[in-house]
């Protein structure tokens, strides 16, 4: 009854987002305000109603109804509840759902808080924003519907994927699917700003909000992602350059360039038809990412629905969304003249650089993503393109990057003299490259990247330091400024710092990996660097739906114990699969890495040790980046902009 | 799903990626070896390195490889004999020979183009340029002093 109510409630809310496609976009280009104004409760409808059919299938997955087809694919009943939950997402059917229901709630949220748009702009917003609905609404319920039931239900389920029964992963979806189609609110902008034929510096400030929180839920799921990888795939990676990894990457890259060139929009009034169409293009690649992941087309770890129908329907959502726009956009740019003036060497040309950089490094990703494809298709050849190219030929971007940004972030706007903004970091120039060179001299004489990426991490940090001195002025009261600097300085701060820090972590994750493979007997040390360990007991437990084999190691240094690490390998009986749980002990510095592999002849266990020099900077530092785009998002002048003023609050109950 | 799950069980016996039997007395061949097998991609893996993976036949290329090595092979003839067997497919790093040249330059040709295309906007930037834009009505303008105010 419940599925069936959820089912109904999908089916309306496609109806609904038809006539919010329709209606309000004949409103705004007739100035009939009755039409226009159908979008707001349209949006919040169809938001509600999109919730009702999430929350009717996630109440199968929770109560484990077999007659569902797709819970009978994807859940068991022994399975932990937070799994169960996390199973309504970690199947194809169901993460199409949660995708409508982040791109209902943005559309909800912009009828809710876009109080202070004009009202033809805020109409046009909508509309275009339900068009993307009703393509996606389609696409569920003709190709991928998750309410399909069985005729005779089996008994028990088929189980969800063990390696997705962890919590990092059950949480990796939700927030990179909120990154992927917070991305759809600056399309819709930026194509009713094309239907308007205006862009001006209060358009660059309602639609940063928006990227800036695309921005920041895409970062917190890229990281939990790689995390994952590293604690859970075994050998300690942290980063691929797998399809899917380079699917969300992409978006990444290019919001953070499209965050960037809105700030010149709103303060100086230039690069307009240039950040429309880094808003298409950003959204653009999410709907790539949507089709790489569910058309099976490209090889990959995550390709979880191999169906050539459904590819081409998305294929044909994204020629159509992309065409129209990128047409509209060739008709309409010219419009579009810059109004504010600036020099050659200035914070403008600054951002023009950091944008220069962030989209060439992200088309880099797209060829070598799509190369193999290329490569088979024209010139009959069938090849790879792994880790080792997209490393030589990406990484040159970043250290570009990394190298200008603390220079152009002290730069003033309109007309700069490059050395008179050099000037005061030229100290922390120096002593950035006397630590890259001091780290240089003390490893045992390998690749540069340690240094460099040390190098450029000190930079970036002790740049944001020199930034924030400067910020505060001379004298006495130093002090009470820097606490009352906008938020959005404060988020500049974190977020650059944090930028250092991931590049520092990455680097010396790298380049300074200790490892070491043997078979352990019991209680027969062993060391790796300066730390010894010891297998003192391998044991095997139950876990609710799995089998585990857990190895105690003791890690110790100079004779002190340090830590106990619990490697665990698991067997999972209902998919008939194994993974791997792999003990880390953590501190500021290095991780110790530690995997127990099988039993030998000999009576001995196979394990894996490394050391990891600062990998926990890696995430680390995209938690700052993330909290630095928290402070920017909470500054004043956007919620002033945004409307929260005026919105309507909806009551709090006193608890 | 359910394609990759049936595929995972085919290698469900937990295997390794380099195991303790593999690996060569002489540690300067050994850390040849590993770092050749970083390159070299898994045949039946989704995007693993041989040097990663868990899969039967990823061992069984990671001992021909030691093999070619322990028998005097260079790093180029150990990893063209590999090719040579299971074709280019196998290299992670793809050769810059043919159409290949279009892979490794699109990165600098693209930052070449975006680049003059960036300077050119930037010089007309510096310029002062006016007008094109539909101004702001009355209504807007006030609208807009009355939000800058506050």
Redesign the interface.
Known sequence: MITELGHFALILAFAVAIVQMVVPLIGAHKRWSGWMAVAEPAAGAQFALTALAFGALMWGFVTSDFSLRLVWLNSHSAKPMLYKISGTWGNHEGSMLLWVLILTLFGAMAAWFGGNLPPTLRARVLAVQSAIAVAFFAFILFTSNPFLRLETPPFDGQDLNPLLQDPGLAFHPPFLYLGYVGLSMAFSFAVAALIEGRVDAAWGRWVRPWTLAAWIFLTIGIALGSWWAYYELGWGGFWFWDPVENASFMPWLLAAALLHSAIVVEKREALKSWTILLAILAFGFSLIGTFIVRSGLLTSVHAFANDPERGVFILMILGFFMGGALVLFTLRAGTMEAKGVFGLVSRESALVVNNLLLAVACFVVFVGTMWPLVAEMFFDRKLSVGPPFFNAAFTPFMVALGLILPVGSVMPWKRARIFKAMRPLRYVFVLALALGGLSYAMQTGRSMIGPLGLFLGAWLVMGVGVELAQRTGRGSDRLRRLTRLPRADWGKATAHAGLGVTIAGIAGLTAWTQDDIRVAQLNKPWNVGKYELTLTDVQDLRGPNYLSTMGMVDLAQKGELVAQLRPEKRFYPVAQMPTTEAGIDSDFLRDVYVVIGDQQNNGGWTVRTYIKPLTAWIWLGCAMMALGGVFSLSDRRFRVAAGASKARRTPVPAE | ?????LF??LF???L?????DE?LDDPVLEQRARDLS??L?CLVC????ID?SEATLARDLRLLLRERLVAGDSDEQAVDFIVARY????????PVT???WL??G??PL??LL??GL?MS???R??????????P?TQD?QTR?NE?LR?
Do not use: C, D, H
């Open positions: 799903m359910k394609p990759l799950v995972m069980m469900a016996a937990p390794w990626a380099v195991q303790p690996i970083k390159g991609r989704q995007n693993e390195s990663e074709g280019e497919f196998v290299l992670l790093n793809p043919g159409a290949n892979l490794w699109a990165g693209m930052l975006a680049g960036g906007y930037l010089r930037r510096s310029v002062a340029q006016t007008g094109g834009e539909v702001l807007e807009l939000i506050r």
